[in-house]
């Protein structure tokens, strides 16, 4: 790219790209949903996934499944919540926790945002010009991430 000092540094500029990148598309599904008249947030499209999948989940195996932290999906459901798309059940045995599942709003309403996914799905391949290795590389950070964190391996590139 021209004139993009992030795309000039390469490696040190990385965290910056990825950064815009995300905040790019959060941006431009928000605008893309508003202008559908959709009353739902990109970062919902997970949840709504893992509870049509699972049907029932708590908050601390929603944030497990997605490796979000706790109050970060205390804050998406809520959200969702204050939209009418969670309904909350408490749990039989353990009256301090509640069970997540989706109300029937969200049940109405997915087949229509599943098109609307689709349609995201379709213009990501599109962008990425139909080649997965991105997504292979994103897998291999993660994983190196996951294995060793990024601040461990700064330290001991700064002790050789």
Do not use: C
Not at 118 to 124: I, R
Not at 146 to 158: G, I, Q
């Amino acid at each position: 790219m021209e004139n993009d000092f992030l795309y000039e540094m390469e490696y040190p500029g990385l965290t910056g790209r990825l950064k815009r990148l995300s905040d790019l598309f959060i941006y431009q599904t928000k605008q893309f949903y508003r202008d559908h008249d959709l009353d739902i947030e990109p970062n919902w499209h997970p949840i709504f996934e893992l509870l049509k999948k699972h049907e029932r989940l708590t908050i601390t195996e929603i944030a497990t499944y997605l490796h979000f932290t706790h109050p970060a999906i205390v804050k998406l459901i809520d959200k969702m919540k204050a939209h009418g798309y969670i309904k909350s059940i408490r749990d039989k045995t353990d009256k301090r926790k509640f069970q997540l599942e989706l109300s029937e709003k969200a049940r109405s309403k997915m087949p229509l945002l599943e098109t609307y996914w689709a349609a995201g799905n379709l213009a990501l391949e599109q962008m990425l010009e139909f080649d997965d290795s991105l997504l292979q590389q994103m897998k291999v950070l993660e994983s190196n991430m996951s294995s060793r964190e990024f601040n461990r391996r700064m330290e001991d590139n700064l002790k050789n």
